[in-house]
């Protein structure tokens, strides 16, 4: 009796312990979903080059990140791990779900706000790459209830406007300022809609495009056209911006010239 005894406790202990290696699988599988694979090796560099022309424009500092959709998958999204933008290298990006999950941490950290991006790839198909900037020049329109609108040719992708996300309507309350959670991304999502920018009050932007090269040149001209706008402003009341024809027309013809930037922008970041 007690041999039986005791096979029963031994093998009620291996069944308990089996039980307990599944239920630790399930939870490493909910925090490190399975790979895409490897992304194309363009993707990775035109990635890395994206945050250091961000910082060579003045558009990022040692804050902010940048994302791509996976090229394998679209329910996957790259991104550096937690770092200063100007330091990024091809070992530093990572891959994550849109959860915003990372598929293989290896001891690396991730950014906070990484939940921008998970939340927005949710609901834009469209979006294959999105920025999020402390653009210095932008930040008073998120604050002043002035619109930013389109003013010169370049920005013509403002004309569908840039609205005012206010963490604390999301939050329902003060907050840190910080997207660092899956609900706080969906409800600047939201505020983003169909559009190309938004600002985020006492914070500052969320760009998106079809590519990287739009994402960072709509980065780019949107805080020049900020700066621009400021002083329009202060000499008079009267500007002129660009009304709704203009602005279609004008981001229809840059589109086929984004090359010529973002190649001449490659270089000279990588070159450093």
Excluded at 207 to 231: D, I
Aim: glycine share 8%; proline share 7%; net charge positive.
């Amino acid at each position: 009796m007690a041999n039986v005894t005791r096979r029963r406790f031994v093998t009620g202990g291996a069944v308990g312990l089996a039980v307990i290696a599944v239920d630790l699988a399930r939870a490493r599988g909910q925090t490190s979903p399975p790979s895409a694979g490897p992304p194309d090796a363009k993707l990775v560099e035109d990635l890395v080059a994206a945050n250091r022309i961000l910082v060579d424009q003045n558009v990022l500092d040692g804050y902010g990140h940048v994302s791509a959709r996976h090229d394998r998958d679209s329910n996957r999204y790259l991104m550096s791990r937690a770092l200063a933008p100007e330091l990024v290298a091809a070992p530093d990006i990572m891959e994550y779900d849109l959860d915003s999950n990372p598929v293989d941490a290896r001891g690396r950290s991730s950014y906070l706000e990484r939940f921008i991006h998970g939340e927005i790839y949710k609901v834009r198909p469209d979006v294959r790459a999105i920025v999020h900037n402390h653009s210095p020049s932008v930040i008073p329109f998120g604050v002043t209830g002035v619109p930013l609108r389109p003013l010169y040719h370049m920005s013509a992708f403002l004309g569908e406007g840039a609205p005012v996300f206010d963490i604390r309507q999301a939050a329902g309350g003060p907050s840190d300022m910080l997207v660092r959670d899956p609900a706080l991304g969906r409800a600047l999502a939201q505020t983003l809609g169909s559009r190309t920018a938004a600002l985020m009050r006492g914070h500052g932007a969320v760009v998106v495009g079809p590519s990287l090269p739009h994402a960072v040149f709509r980065s780019v001209y949107l805080e020049m056209n900020a700066k621009l706008q400021a002083q329009a402003m202060a000499q008079g009341v009267n500007v002129t911006y660009l009304d709704p024809e203009e602005a279609r027309r004008a981001e229809a013809s840059i589109a086929g010239t984004l090359g010529r930037p973002w190649e001449l922008w490659k270089r000279k970041a990588l070159a450093k």
